[in-house]
């Protein structure tokens, strides 16, 4: 069965940085192309980020050149560095395999207060 | 506000059809037919439905069924049942890029 985990999530404070994971079994990530959505509390799914197969990664623009997505491996984990947070980053962060997001993470919680 | 726009809110009763649509304001988006659907129950991750459009994803109830006419695309529930009740979101590319895009999302309520 396919399956994605994702952790660690937290509560940050503003300007501060977080490290999500988001761990697969089941399927080879690096064969895949992966995505991060999000979705803050009462609203709606929120493309954030993807990595294709082949190493290219992509972000919507209230992200871009604040979180990374990476990818490790040896131990067929997903994750997203994210940097410069702000409480409009408060969101639910799931992981999803595959261009059409088949398959997706129970999602992990980050909460961005002072 | 997205590129893709879908109403806020629909309503039907057990047993009805009802089609959620999901509208490209940018004409920029659907002109490609990779459009997918995901149901959302509250507390749940999204669950994907459709995809390229049209296809249903191997499991998915045949009371589901995806098309598209010009820049609107469209999500069909056939019977509906008490469990349809959910949030319900398009998703796809935007033009030309890498870059994606979800709808607004559709709370549909079953009467």
């Known amino acids: 069965e396919e399956r994605l985990v994702e952790s660690g999530g937290g509560l940050v404070q503003p300007g501060g940085s977080l490290r999500l994971s988001c761990s697969a079994s089941?399927?080879?990530?690096?064969?895949?192309?992966m995505s991060w959505v999000r979705q803050a509390p009462g609203r709606g799914l929120d493309w954030v980020s993807l990595m294709y197969s082949g190493g290219d990664r992509y972000y919507a623009d209230s992200v871009k050149d604040r979180f990374t997505i990476s990818r490790d491996h040896s131990k067929n984990t997903l994750y997203l560095e994210m940097s410069r947070l702000t409480v409009e980053d408060t969101a639910v962060y799931y992981c999803a395999k595959g261009p059409n997001m088949d398959v997706w993470g129970q999602g992990s919680t980050v909460t961005v207060s002072s | 506000q997205s590129a893709l726009a879908q109403p806020a809110s629909v309503s039907g009763s057990p047993g009805q059809s009802i089609s959620l649509s999901c509208t490209d304001t940018?004409?920029?988006?659907?002109?490609?037919?990779?459009v997918s659907w995901y149901q959302q129950h509250p507390g749940r991750a999204p669950r994907l439905l459709i995809y390229d459009t049209v296809k249903r994803l191997s499991g998915v109830s045949g009371r589901f069924s995806g098309s598209k006419s010009g820049n609107t695309a469209s999500l069909t529930i056939s019977d509906l049942q008490p469990d349809d009740e959910a949030h319900y979101y398009c998703y796809s590319h935007t033009g030309g890029s890498s870059l994606r895009v979800f709808g607004g999302g559709t709370k549909l309520t079953v009467l």
């Open positions: 940018s004409s920029d988006v659907i002109r490609s037919d990779y």
């Open positions: 089941g399927f080879t990530l690096s064969g895949n192309y």
